[in-house]
C-alpha cells in the first residue's frame, strides 16, 4: 500500500495570489506614506536660478503644505465671525495629518490604481480590462466633482447656518479646529466617494451584471438609498437642508446613471446583431 502525497497543485497558486496581493498592498502603503510624510513635513519655497523661478521642498512642520492647505480652508470656507479654538493640545496636529491623509490619497491615487490594475488585470477578459480603462477617467472626474460639490456648496452652507445659529442663540460662535477640519475632509472624501454612484451602474450594465431594466424598475429602491447615504455622509447639523440637498443630487445622479445604461446596453446589443450578422 502506497502513501499519496497530498496535491499542492491547487495550494500553490492561492499562495501566490495572497503573496502578490501582500506586495501590492505594501507598495500602496508606502506611496501613501511617502505623500504624506511630504505634505506633513514640507512646505514650499522659490529660489531663483538666472531669470528661472524654481519650487522648492524643504522641512517644515509650521508651514507645511498641508498646513497651507488647512489655511485656505480656514480663509474660504469659515464665516468671518467664527472663532475657532483648540480643545486639546494635539488639535492642530491632527488637523495637519488630515489634510496630510487628503493630499495623500489623491496625489497617490494613479501609483495605487497600477498596483490594482497589476494585481488584477492577468485576470480579466478583455472586455472586463476595456471597462476598466474607460471608467478610470470618468471615475476621477466625478470624485472630484463630489468634493467640489462639498468644498464649494455643501460646507460654507452648513458653517454659515451654524453660524448665524449660534448668533440666534446669544452663543459665543466658536468651533473645535480638529472638528472644523475634520468635516470637511471628511465631507469631501465622502461626497466624492458617492458621487460614482452612475458609474458604478453603467460598468455593471457594461458587464452585462446588471440589465438597464432594472435599474428603470428600481428607481425607487434608487433614490432610497441616495437619502440613506445623504443621512449617513452628512453632519445632521442643518435640520435636514443638507440631508436633502445630498440626496437630491445623488437621485439625480441615479437616473443619470439609469439613462446611460440604457445607452450602453443598446449599443452593446447593437454590435452583437451586427457580429451575428456577419
Do not use: C
Not at 460614482?196 to 438609498?225: C, D, H, Y
Not at 436633502?244 to 452583437?272: C, Q
Request: glycine share 4%; charged share 15%.
Amino acid at each position: 500500500m502506497s502513501i499519496q502525497k497530498p496535491s499542492t497543485d491547487k495550494e500553490a497558486p492561492l499562495i501566490e495570489h495572497l503573496k502578490e496581493l501582500g506586495l501590492r498592498i505594501r507598495n500602496m502603503l508606502i506611496y501613501l506614506a511617502i505623500f504624506f510624510f511630504i505634505y506633513f513635513a514640507f512646505g514650499i519655497s522659490t529660489i531663483k536660478v538666472d531669470s528661472f523661478t524654481l519650487p522648492i521642498l524643504y522641512p517644515s512642520i509650521y508651514n507645511s503644505i498641508a498646513i497651507q492647505f488647512t489655511n485656505v480652508f480656514l480663509d474660504r470656507e469659515k464665516p468671518s465671525g467664527l472663532h475657532l479654538i483648540t480643545l486639546n493640545p494635539f488639535d492642530p496636529l491632527y488637523s495637519s495629518m488630515y489634510v496630510s491623509l487628503l493630499l495623500a490619497i489623491v496625489s497617490a491615487f494613479p501609483l495605487i490604481f497600477r498596483e490594482f490594475w497589476a494585481f488584477v488585470a492577468p485576470g480579466l477578459y478583455e472586455h472586463e480590462k476595456r471597462t476598466i480603462r474607460k471608467v478610470l477617467l470618468p471615475a476621477t472626474s466625478l470624485f472630484i466633482a463630489g468634493a467640489s460639490f462639498a468644498y464649494f456648496i455643501i460646507i460654507p452652507f452648513m458653517m454659515l447656518f451654524v453660524y448665524k445659529l449660534d448668533l440666534s442663540l446669544g452663543v459665543e460662535p466658536t468651533l473645535s479646529l480638529r472638528a472644523y477640519v475634520s468635516t470637511i475632509v471628511t465631507l469631501m472624501i465622502a461626497v466624492g466617494a458617492s458621487f460614482e454612484f452612475p458609474l458604478v451602474m453603467t460598468s455593471l450594465t457594461q458587464l452585462g451584471l446588471v440589465k438597464a431594466q432594472t435599474w428603470r424598475q428600481n428607481w425607487r429602491w434608487g433614490v432610497l438609498v441616495s437619502f440613506i447615504i445623504a443621512w449617513i455622509i452628512s453632519p445632521g447639523t442643518t435640520g435636514g437642508v443638507i440631508e436633502t440637498t445630498i440626496a437630491v443630487t445623488l437621485s439625480s445622479l441615479y437616473f443619470i446613471g439609469v439613462i446611460v445604461s440604457s445607452i450602453i446596453e443598446k449599443r452593446n446589443t447593437k454590435n452583437k446583431n451586427e457580429l451575428l450578422v456577419k
